[in-house]
Nanobody, 124 residues
Framework: QVQLVESGGGLVQPGGSLRLSCAAS????????MIWARQVPGKGLEWVSG????????YYADSVKGRFTISRNNAKNTVYLQMNSLKPEDTALYFCGKDQYSDYAIGLDAIDYWGQGTQVTVSS
């Protein structure tokens, strides 16, 4: 069955960096776009970034553009989110999601599987 396992979250000071990883199994990873999303308690899920199946195109929410970088290693069935210049407002539970398509990586509409999430807390 499809499994997505996030890791790499933690507590970091403002201005710091973290790298999230999402290890995928149970499907042909290289055939599907992947996304990252985040959720703050009491609020809805927010799309953060997406990447095409072959890594050729990447997309970012305006709130993270220029600070976050999504990438993937299809040989390792893993998608990453490098987060730099972190701000307190980036504090959230971060999820990776598998898209239903290879070349649609914007938004949450086409996500059919989610991981369990990894907590990111930005605080001094």
């Amino acid at each position: 069955q499809v499994q997505l396992v996030e890791s790499g979250g933690g507590l970091v000071q403002p201005g710091g960096s973290l790298r999230l990883s999402c290890a995928a199994s149970g499907f042909t990873f290289s055939n599907y776009a992947m996304i990252w999303a985040r959720q703050v308690p009491g609020k809805g899920l927010e799309w953060v970034s997406g990447i095409y199946s072959d890594g050729s195109d990447t997309y970012y929410a305006d709130s993270v553009k220029g600070r976050f970088t999504i990438s993937r290693n299809n040989a390792k069935n893993t998608v990453y989110l490098q987060m730099n210049s972190l701000k307190p407002e980036d504090t959230a539970l971060y999820f990776c999601g598998k898209d239903q398509y290879s070349d649609y990586a914007i938004g949450l509409d086409a996500i059919d599987y989610w991981g369990q999430g990894t907590q990111v807390t930005v605080s001094s």
